[in-house]
């Protein structure tokens, strides 16, 4: 059965009551199922996100950072599930803008702790974290409207590989952060081992691993709810088996201790601004920067990574435009910064519910869990929370710094290594600008090794599409050693430039060069040390009595030549082409020109010497000349149409012929020039089918015409003349067959 076939079998099953109404119903069952799942999942990382927002140091305040990711996260889900370009497109507060947001929040209150109060350092915080969101937001949404979502592919792999390693490695230690109570550093290294802190942190380390491997192996989106509920359940049989007390617990740091009043904190409680430090929060302006990268970034890989897995097309720019709004919306209200969610969107398809009110449904959970789960969060244990961290960002370390060793080469992943070990010991924008300049000296290295001379050709093989007579031809092939072209390509720069110098001057010192061709078409910028460059091989060139000539330079690039003139003493000696084909006509004309006692000046100047010559037979012309109509034709007359029938040739006596192939779409393409002592038409005379392209006087000409009717008649009665036009033919067709064989072999070779 075809897919018609199967569409209509659908149609008709749909099409009854009672089967529509059996698929609503499992839709919404589905809806509702996943909206519950999702919505407790996202709930949880953002409670996992606001233990790492506040570790350490600010851990008593637990609550208000949970207030913050929830808010957030509910602004994030409502928003970018009615704009997203995917129906079912879920969101949360993510922990890699989190872990920055975490950075700067210390760096504040490392700043704050001496001169002011824990109140003032607080409302600082709250108001870099909402100004941080909003200032993302807005980001975003410029990004989005201005359609700059294939910005992500001009940014380094080396320097995102790296970047997300070190996040990995940020969220890692901020779980141990959360488990521990205190900050992970060499010096609190030892401390993980006793007996204290072992117990607690190795339960997180073992559901982290139980998750992944089954995550691994099976597959299922179900695979992390029921690990969830798994280790609810054991840990409180456990507890409750050993008969401790729950207040003990939660002294010793295995739960957290209720909010006051059972519920948690808003960040726009009690008017932060007019407690904040403005100050301090200026002075972490550049960290903040680093958030719009890490945001954009981060967005544009989890929306092309949710696009690969649920099939189907999204759009990067309003993907951007969705998390831009719903950013500067919870920024204003204090939100912490997120976007798109890869896990959740793809479980909440996998569950089948990929509609918008998915998303709605997730942010009415995190309103309940915000408005009325302050109490159920001191059921939770922390090792919980601390082991969703480490997988998260166990996963983003492997994935980032061992998965894609064999992906990239050793001195990408030397960069690699080197951002994660800045972002450990100095910092997460030290390690990230670092990187970038790392990887531009990277590239710089590798594009300077490049060859810039895409290849090097004499004018023995590259010969202009000026056909010119026979002898003349030969002549140029004898002496096409003293044309040389160099093909360029890429940017020229300092490195290339030098490259280019060298092989002209080996051009020079090893054959008799006079004319240097430097065929621009595929240059694509350079800078002033190539130009210097260019100066040098100027005055090199002068020296040898040669001349320079640069064709196919795009014209940007030859009004800025221009302009800087190439030395100013040196720019008589260079020349200009807009095509490649027209610089090395040129240099064949002046070999022409040059040749002493040319012997087609001599016999060829009225067409009959010419006829003689080519067929070997003094009366050849006045044997043909019954056969032949003269011609003659004005500038850019048409003298072959492409598509006609083809049942006539012409001999060039004077004049020059431009055979073109003509497009629908775009403009000729110019194949040949063909010049006196030439003939043209020949291949569709004999194959007797339409003209394969059009044939055009480039100057008043005056050519002979000789239909096939006329050469059957010569052939019955002049066999011999006959056969001498047939090989004067097929050896025209060959020798043009043989030049673009050798122009083929040269460019291979």
């Known amino acids: 059965m075809d897919d018609h076939a199967h569409a209509e079998a659908f149609a008709e ?37 606001a233990a790492l927002l506040f570790a350490s140091v600010l851990s008593a305040h637990i609550t208000l950072a949970i207030g913050i990711c929830l808010l957030g996260t509910i602004v994030l889900s409502v928003v970018i599930a009615l704009f997203s370009s995917c129906p079912g497109m879920l969101s949360v507060t993510q922990e890699v803008t989190v872990v920055t947001l975490a950075v700067i929040a210390a760096s504040i209150h490392g700043t704050m702790f ?26 975003l949404l410029a990004m989005g409207v201005f359609r700059l979502g294939r910005l992500i592919r001009f940014i380094p792999y080396p320097v995102l590989a790296g970047f997300l390693a070190g996040m990995g490695w940020l969220i890692v230690s901020g779980a141990m952060a959360v488990i521990l109570g205190t900050p992970l550093s060499a010096q609190t290294l030892p401390t993980l081992f006793e007996t204290a802190n072992l117990i607690k942190w190795l339960p997180a380390v073992a559901f982290a691993l139980v998750v992944d491997l089954a995550a691994r192996r099976s597959g299922s989106p179900m695979v992390l709810p029921l690990a969830i509920a798994a280790f ?52 972490e302006l550049p960290k903040i920067s680093a958030l719009l990268a890490i945001s954009g970034a981060a967005l544009l890989f989890a929306s092309s990574g949710i696009e690969l897995s649920v099939r ?13 709004l719903a950013n500067v919306l919870a920024g204003a209200g204090g939100g912490a910064a997120g976007f798109q ?171 008799d060069v006079r004319f240097l061709v430097l065929d621009c078409r595929d240059v694509t910028g350079f800078d002033s040390s190539a130009i210097q460059s260019l100066t040098r091989i100027c005055g090199m060139v002068r020296e040898k009595d040669g001349r320079l000539i640069v064709s196919g330079l795009k014209p940007a690039l030859s009004q800025r030549l221009n302009r800087l003139n190439l030395g100013g003493m040196h720019a008589s000696a260079v020349l200009h082409f807009d095509e490649t084909d027209q610089a090395v006509a040129w240099c064949e004309d002046c070999l022409l020109h040059e040749w002493k006692n040319r012997p087609c000046t001599q016999h060829t100047q009225r067409f009959a010497d010419r006829l003689a010559h080519d067929l070997d037979d003094p009366h050849a012309f006045g044997a043909m000349r019954p056969y032949l109509e003269k011609i003659t ?85 002049q066999p011999e003349l006959a056969h001498a036009l047939n090989s004067h033919f097929i050896r025209t067709i060959a020798e043009r067959l043989d030049q673009s064989n050798a122009l083929v072999r040269s460019l291979i070779d």
């Open 13 to 49: 099953e749909t099409s009854s009551p009672s089967v529509a109404g059996a698929h609503w119903l499992t839709d919404l069952l589905a809806i509702l199922s996943a909206g519950l799942i999702c919505g407790v999942l996202t709930a949880m990382f953002a409670i996992s996100a």
């Open 114 to 139: 001496a001169a002011h109060s824990e109140a003032e350092i607080l409302a600082t915080i709250i108001v870099m974290i909402g100004l941080a969101t909003t200032v993302t937001g807005a980001a």
């Open 232 to 283: 609810l359940v054991v840990f409180h049989v456990a507890v409750w088996m050993l008969g401790l007390p729950m207040a003990e617990l939660q002294g010793q740091g295995w739960f957290f201790a209720p909010a006051q009043g059972g519920s948690i904190t808003l960040p726009f409680h009690g008017n932060p601004l007019a407690q904040a430090d403005w100050t301090a929060i200026w002075s």
């Open 312 to 324: 189907r097309d999204v759009d990067l720019d309003r993907e951007l435009r969705a998390a831009g």
């Open 341 to 511: 969610g890869l896990g959740l969107t793809i479980l909440a398809h996998h569950l089948g519910a990929s509609y918008r009110i998915t998303g709605l449904l997730v942010a009415a959970v995190c309103i309940a869990i915000l408005l009325y789960g302050a109490t159920l969060l001191s059921f939770i244990p922390i090792p919980l929370f601390g082991g969703l961290l480490l997988w998260i960002g166990g996963g983003l370390l492997y994935q980032w710094l061992i998965g894609i060793y064999a992906k990239i080469s050793r001195r990408e992943y030397l960069i690699v290594l080197l951002i994660v070990a800045l972002i450990i010991n100095v910092g997460l924008l030290e390690g990230v600008l670092v990187g970038v300049f790392a990887a531009a000296a990277l590239f710089v290295l590798e594009y300077a090794r490049v060859e810039v001379v895409k290849y090097a050709i004499s004018g023995e093989t590259c010969q202009s599409r000026v056909e010119h007579h026979p002898d003349d031809q030969a002549y140029l092939r004898k002496n096409g050693s003293k044309i040389q072209v160099l093909r360029l390509q890429g940017f020229i720069f300092f490195g290339s430039g030098q490259q280019v110098y060298h092989r002209a001057r080996r051009c020079f010192e090893t054959s």
């Open 633 to 717: 034709y004005k500038t850019q007359n048409r003298i072959i149409n492409q598509g006609e029938g083809g049942t006539d040739i012409y001999f060039i006596e004077s004049g020059f012929v431009r055979v073109q192939l003509e497009t629908r779409n775009e403009q000729p393409v110019h194949l040949r020039t063909l010049g006196p002592g030439t003939t043209v038409g020949e291949m569709s005379f004999f194959l007797q089918r339409a003209r394969t392209a059009s044939a055009i006087a480039e100057t008043d000409a005056v050519l002979w015409r000789l239909s096939h009717h006329d050469l059957l008649q010569i052939a019955r009665s």
